[in-house]
């Protein structure tokens, strides 16, 4: 049996918020494994287990550039360690340049742009220098860079910490900027059920059956209750499964909504600012005991 330590069990509170003893009480089930753990939790509590997915645990912006024609263009993420600092001028200025320059020059990836020209040096050397005159650490996170089958479309929201670049393949200029706006407070994790890797379908099979099998449901039926309850999760997860957020009836899914305007999406990218990175949360009455003990261990 695998010892259950005290940050483990504060390790997954912080990924599902669930309490401090039935964290304990899954660890304990699940033999140390965080992530069997955290599937019990959700068996136990539902959707209260899963906050973590959608936790902005760090600070900066999302920057987009698009060309004039809509055919070439990027989005990246620039993080910092505070918000007062992500709406500075310079840091934002840094984050649109990069962005501009992910689009024009295609670099490979993060260490390509660092190397490329800006102003009068390179990106890295422009992020050093800001670095050391603000005096707290900033970084380049993540980029995609988008050659258009159609033309693409974005939308910035909530500061610039939700950022959106599609692909629209015919409609209008309104369809486009509904659908950027879709992704963004809708937030689908791929464009189709195809986009959705096998992992998360067989966690949400699993979770369904057990959720089933606790509530006392048939044997026999919990296959078929297992997958009504993906093919419901996909439409929840999939952009062409969700229903458009301004559906005057509510219940007309971005697919149809596709059909009606004679259009399609060939991709889509949303960044979310500091989406899966830990934020360090700094307890200062812990801080404080502790140098109260160093000190009292020097005497």
Known sequence: ?????ASMVAELRGKTDAPMMECKK?????DGDMVKAEEILRVKL???ASKAATRIAAEGIVAVS???DGQ???????NSETDFVAKNDEFIALANGSAALVAEKNPADVAALSALPMGEGTVESTRSALVGKIGENMSIRRFVRFEAKGKLVSYIHGGAKVGVVVDVLGGDEQLGKDLAMHIAASKPKSLDASGVSSDLLDTERRVAIEKAREAGKPEAMLEKIAEGTVQKYLKDVTLLGQVFVKAADGKQTIEQLLKEKGASVAAFTLFIVGEGIEKK????AAEVAAQAAAAAAKK
């Open 26 to 30: 899954a660890l304990t089930e699940a």
């Open 46 to 48: 539902g959707n209260k």
């Open 1 to 5: 049996m695998a010892a259950i330590t």
């Open 72 to 78: 070439q263009g990027a989005i990246i993420e620039v």
């Open 66 to 68: 698009i060309s004039a």
């Open 281 to 284: 949360v700094d307890d200062f």
